[in-house]
């Protein structure tokens, strides 16, 4: 084992805070996209989020440097410090716009990019710097395919330096552990290296993977492996099904562990902050966008696509329904196959099994809406509502025009057009009377087929 000096490393303090650096400012140009990369979307929400998130749980604070021209991103950052890294000179440049604010204690350097890192790893990132004799510690790797990722260079247990692929020989390149790019150190030594870094490689361009030669110097550097699934880049849209994939995973373990029945686990896509309650079923082909939440003992049906709901106790939803943003299905509601909700509030016991469109409506206990019903909520500039009372029965095929309201016990008589509200009770007729011509149907027929013989 190689001996280091100490004589000019900082020791890891428990009492300073600590400050995680975010580099968001790529371009992300093998997105092909006009969006920043860092606000591509995981699990329902930009991958910086996931990043900040997690980071927010470990550290005492959080700077994030975008580029310039990136308003959207940096509003998505809040209220998290940002800086803006006006040239695009390398990550180890792009750092050096945020040192006024390492403060005093360690600095970890992440990049939205790697948006997987668990709070496990940034922990296990943290606690390999504290060790008394460590100058940096950092994680690394052993990807499937090393590909273009850095080298990690090695003497036994600890890390001499990182050479950049493009920048790396032959013998180097056969090297399989990859630097991840995150690193952590103490903020005066950070900037003290920093400022020490060359653009001399193939790039002309300031690595903050330099550093890591000058610490080693000074005392030790470690490195923390982490799984490739956590630290993968993410610089092309198939990196980022890649991402997506291993997210997805992660999530459908993590409902089957809290107590979710899931029928075939590997057709069911969730995103991050759904919410499922124990005795969840959920079959196949089911979506949920963001802003769900399922109680126990509810049943998703096949096909089903949920986003910014509630659905209550012993529920069944599905199949091939849709709920919307602003849905609340009550324990023990039934929404049925090609049935679709919007802003809709249902109440306990209540129906909807058949082929409706349900918007902008407040529904009571145990109604029942018939195959075919539609509100009419929107005249082309207002949406407007629909209120439905208790133990109401709505006849197939009704068309609601909203602003109406439908008191408890009501009738709608199957076909009807409702513009006007119905008392308690009342049975509403909205159709026309029906007019039978004796043998006019036939009639009506045989000139039909008479004019298709004549062409």
Request: with cysteine; glycine share 8%.
């Amino acid at each position: 084992m190689t001996l280091h000096s100490s004589a000019n490393r900082t020791p890891a303090s428990p009492h300073k805070p600590t400050t995680a650096v975010i580099l968001a400012a790529g371009l992300g140009t093998r997105m092909r996209s006009n969006l920043p990369k860092a606000l591509h979307r995981l699990g329902g929400r930009p991958m910086i989020t996931h990043l900040i998130e997690t980071a927010a749980s470990v550290f005492d604070r959080i700077v994030v440097v975008v580029g310039p021209d990136m308003p959207e991103l940096a509003k998505a950052t809040q209220p998290h410090l940002v800086v803006v890294q006006e040239e695009r000179l390398g990550t180890a440049h792009a750092t050096r716009m945020a040192e006024e604010l390492f403060g005093d204690g360690d600095v970890a350097v992440l990049y939205a990019d790697n948006p997987l890192i668990t709070a496990q790893t940034m922990c296990a990132l943290l606690e390999s710097r504290a060790q008394p004799d460590t100058a940096l510690a950092l994680l690394a790797m052993h990807p499937a395919d090393p590909g273009r990722y850095g080298r990690v260079v090695t003497d036994g247990q600890n890390v001499q330096r990182i050479v950049e692929w493009k920048d790396a020989t032959d013998a180097e390149r056969a090297i399989t552990l990859c630097n991840a790019g995150v690193l952590c150190a103490d903020a005066a030594d950070l900037r003290r290296w920093l400022a020490e870094v060359k653009a001399e490689n193939a790039q002309k361009e300031y690595y903050l993977t330099d550093v890591v030669a000058l610490a080693a110097e000074q005392g030790v550097v470690r490195y923390v492996e982490a799984p490739e699934q956590e630290l993968a880049g993410i610089n092309s849209r198939a990196e980022l099904a890649r991402a997506e994939a291993a997210l997805q995973m992660r999530l459908r373990e993590t409902a089957l562990e809290g107590g979710a029945t899931l029928v075939a686990p590997e057709t069911v896509f969730f995103s991050v902050d759904t919410v499922l309650e124990p005795d969840v079923t959920i079959e196949p082909n089911v979506v949920f966008g963001p802003g769900v939440t399922v109680r126990s003992g509810a049943m998703i049906r096949a096909f089903s696509h949920l986003e910014g709901c509630e659905v209550g106790n012993n529920a069944v939803i599905g199949p091939y329904a849709r709920l919307r943003p602003g849905t609340v299905c009550a324990e023990e509601t039934h929404v049925g196959n090609f049935v679709e909700l919007k802003a809709v509030k249902l109440g306990k016991g209540a129906k909807a099994n058949h082929l409706t469109y349900l918007g902008d409506a407040q529904i009571g206990a145990r109604t029942n809406v018939g195959a075919g019903t539609i509100t009419c909520n929107y005249d082309g500039v207002f949406k407007h509502r629909t209120e439905i009372g208790d133990n109401v029965f709505v006849g197939s095929d009704s068309i609601l025009v909203a602003p109406v309201s439908i008191g408890d016990g009501a009738l709608i008589a199957a076909g009807s057009v409702v513009t006007q509200n119905v008392p308690p009770d009342a049975l509403a007729l909205g159709r026309s009377r029906q007019i039978n011509k004796e043998s006019r149907g036939r009639m009506i027929r045989e000139t039909l087929r008479a004019k298709k013989e004549q062409g």
